[in-house]
């Protein structure tokens, strides 16, 4: 039989003759006659059938060896649970994919907000939809009372955010998650001006909702909002507490009851690479019903 040439063989395979020179000398691939005199070699068309499976099999990141020892073991069950593996680990792939994926539509977030940063200091009526938080404990008891004291208060809410983080990696929680993480105040302590924090929190979007368990979510409802583009004030105030205050009074002075508890969102974070500390830009968030 006198076979297709090398050059053929590869022609019609869309492969080059290196390349089944390799699959040769890798014993996956032998020739059906080499030519003693000019060293040429020569395939049969049923080996086109065997190209194409080596080319499936390395498209899912299979070694050469391991291609072989499956063509030379001819064993249907051993090729089954290869590439019930090799799926497992193209999950994975996935997921980082995935979790890199948000973390950059993240940062290009961050970095839209503050070029088209919204009204800052004014109380708006937003009607907002449904979304979906995690939630975290606080870690740092010294974080609990969101104080008047700018700089102490971020000072500790950098170690809360550490813990968090730390937690999140024992916990087995993507640190894709660990973004823009708000604070919450229950209702009841909110009523009583009282800003204890009850928990952190972040914001999922629906791409993110499957990297987490325990996902809460929130209803669709009206919200008193207010944006600000820095958090201590010229005189050291948090601007926090302040835009609660602002909050607060702005529902009691047009009959606006508390329906829910207080989220601080950070919206944006500027990059660290822009100045050295952690500045932002946030929403203080605060659900309301309007009066009878």
């Avoid at 040769?24 to 000019?38: F, S």
């Amino acid at each position: 039989m006198q076979g297709f040439s090398i050059g053929r063989m590869a022609e019609l395979n869309c492969v080059s003759e290196k390349t089944l020179r390799l699959y040769h000398q890798k014993g996956l691939l032998d020739p059906i006659r080499v030519d003693e005199t000019t060293g040429y070699r020569y395939y049969s068309y049923e080996q086109c059938s065997t190209i194409d499976m080596i080319q499936q099999l390395q498209s899912l990141g299979i070694a050469l060896d391991e291609i072989k020892r499956l063509l030379d073991d001819h064993d249907p069950a051993g090729l089954a649970c290869l590439l019930e593996s090799q799926l497992a680990a193209i999950g994975g792939e996935l997921l980082r994919l995935s979790i890199a994926r948000q973390n950059a539509l993240q940062l290009l977030g961050s970095y839209h907000a503050f070029r088209e940063k919204p009204l800052c200091d004014q109380v708006i009526l937003e009607q907002m939809g449904e979304r979906h938080t995690i939630r975290f404990a606080i870690f740092n008891p010294r974080s609990l009372e969101l104080t008047d004291n700018a700089e102490l208060f971020l000072r500790e809410w950098e170690i809360n955010l550490r813990l968090t983080k730390k937690h999140m990696l024992e916990a087995g929680i993507p640190l894709a998650l660990f973004h823009r993480v708000g604070c919450r105040i229950a209702q009841e302590d909110l009523m009583r001006c009282d800003y204890r924090l009850a928990s952190s929190f972040v914001f999922l979007d629906e791409a993110a909702l499957r990297l987490a368990d325990e996902v809460e979510t929130l209803p669709a409802g009206l919200y008193l909002t207010l944006y600000k583009d820095h958090y201590a004030e010229p005189d050291g105030r948090s601007a926090e507490v302040r835009g609660l205050d602002e909050l607060l009074d702005f529902a009691a002075q047009h009959g606006f009851a508390i329906a829910g508890d207080y989220y601080g969102e950070i919206v944006a974070e500027t990059p660290a690479f822009l100045y050295e500390g952690r500045e932002m830009l946030f929403k203080l968030q605060v659900p309301v019903t309007a009066a009878r």
